[in-house]
């Protein structure tokens, strides 16, 4: 049977760090499937689509790697989809309670699902959307911590949103 | 002397991980008082009087457990119902930090009053008001987290907030 | 192609925490080694031959679950083995960081080969070799925490050794 | 060559833990420039002007100290103001996960920039700025937890925006 | 009922973050047992007799603080004395992790028993016995950080010792 | 006036990680030292006297790095050098709680000396001296972890020891 894998996230933008996973988890699984959250209640710098674009231009003619969204309760989503595991990344220790929390829940809810966890490469270990946005937002270079195309979104869009909106990083 | 405890909270809504801290420390001490936080300026999904509601019916008729609000710093709270200890559970290490902050605080602000802390039961170790929130407001299921009394009113709350504010929870 | 994980450790003795690692991590890949680490240089109370003889007669009959030991490095072990992922669990920060730093020392050393991590279920969230060898050694009953043949194998093997040695657990 | 240093932050408003940082990093550079950070989107309680004049008041005639604010990229106005080192305090674990992040992208995106971290000292430990306005809004004392100025503007403030938003601490 | 709550511990030696934990301890509690781990498998600098002592000596004249000692399962002995609550100081988050554990694994070996927490106050949130150790082998001065009855009976007893065996702390 | 640091550690071996914060912090002082902790009560695998002529050949030449070695308790030997700053590296939140520990005890008994803290770069943040020495035991490579001479001299002295010792690294 095919080993279908989920990796679920805002991705708003995907960062290196997401890259990173997802080329290390589809060697492991047969298909990796990349679900986007619907999460209109977040202030998401981009939209659901914009989101989902980006990923799919990013692994674009890659068999095994689908872009996907979703907007139920992720393991409502997994079942759908007939998938039985959930991959996610870890970074901090502060990642790591967080996760703990809805490993257990998702379990909890949904017993045949598991959630796999790899930690993030050294290079990635401190990066998160956040940041990227962040550092974006003050003009600072993101090159190397998001994939070209994601470095030029986020340009565009911060200089519609105007620069009136700075916020010092310290 | 009888011995009194307050427990603090928002309580936005009770969970079973609290229920289970009350039960047990009501065991210790003579009497313990459920001290719901008046927080105007928090987006709490119930008002105030609703929380000190379902938190009396699920604990009706049980002499030694006294439901109650404050507005004002806690350890003057405390102070004022003649008090001299904090429960509090503990569940992660984030948890820890922040209460270790606030323990040392109130002593600091009265000396005379103790925290005590109980680590939360393994079932209920991953449970919060806002992942119940959370759940509940994706049509998932908060059996087993909440008390049947609080799983009724959250379906009521989020039936009238309408749908149009879903969020995946990934 | 088959996919294999190895599960190492030193498993002096194994206990439910473990056995519910295989058993999840059994129905995501399509077979498991169970890797019980040569480490002459711990004091361990089970000879590396009791330990894989424990663990054996345990899963006794299960066709896609192995019982292995080794005495290299464990990236040496995995690819002689013609796998490519460690599954390891996690219960606490203090795993976290150790595995952690683990799992990137070995990516450094065979970048072909993947850590994945599982959460411990809540029920063995604390539980660990030592803490259970500390319990039977003061007479403490490990029921619940290991399997009923560890339980066994345990007693006898304190009652060898004299009363002489125990300490209090606080 | 004079070695500076640079301490950066929000300082809405600066704390007994901060002045404690500053007086020690002093004696270690030459210069120590305190740098308030211009951030809009954050809702300070005092604007950068009003944080800018506390500091310089509380330091006021110290040849060594400088009080400036920035707008900008961190890294940026370091090498601008030819500085070489940013001077951080640590409380707690979660503060080092972040100051951990800060510093590998500070470094990553200037590699000539070195941060140095401090332990607060411990009556300072559990002391934020968060918490001095928290406990001030419910008209609780900071005394000791703030310079006296800092006191006296608090309360000016405070009774300014009325008493209609206070929160229980719990 | 005479609430009694036992306050366990190695104790080798009992430092001033100790005596700090059963002064308030026994604000809340009728009385305090103080319960003297016997551990012959840790290397203790002194001998279970000798740490009982220095306890009582130092509590002497206090009449609901008791000094005592147990060689078997903590929860045993707790149950045998008819108490119902042990007390335990946190530190650290690597405090808060075992304890977690200890505390979890106590309640499912008897349900009857609660374990309650207090924060360390900031002066001893650094202190432990083995760093007091280390110190005094040094010949560095543990002033302020044990009773002074400790401070002499380290010194008498480290000299006996003989300085052939200092370890340089950093 | 020159402004010094001292550089503490056991550097049994030194490793990159700790070459790292060498070149780091010699940019930030005046001269840097480091210093060798005689701890005859630790298990070294290279003596004293090796593992200060390692480092000593390791930074021949450079004017502004001394290598020495200290018996006494850290902050004797740092006012004994005239020295008012010792650097420490971190890496994770165990690091993290223990140097918190020993800078706050440090501080206490020598408030003229400061501790310092910069982050480990991210391709040495999971190295250790005792990981190093594990793989190394196991004839593991630990290329890249340490210095080419340090490769050099654990194989030596590793061949000495013979192969009798092995432990698997799981």
Known sequence: ???????????DPITNGHVDIIERGVEIFDELIVAVAHNPQKANLFSEKERV?????IFKGRKNIEVDSFSCLLVDYVARRQAKVIMKGLRFVSDFEYE?????TNRRMNSQIETLFMMASEPYSYLSSGLVKEIASLEGS????????????????????GKGKKDAVS
């Open 1 to 11: 049977m095919k080993k279908v894998a989920i990796y679920p996230g805002s991705f």
């Open 53 to 57: 674009d980006m990923i799919r231009q």
């Open 100 to 104: 703990f929390q809805m490993a257990l």
């Open 142 to 161: 993101v090159s190397g911590m998001v994939p070209k195309l994601v470095e030029k979104r986020l340009r565009e869009k911060l200089q519609k949103k």
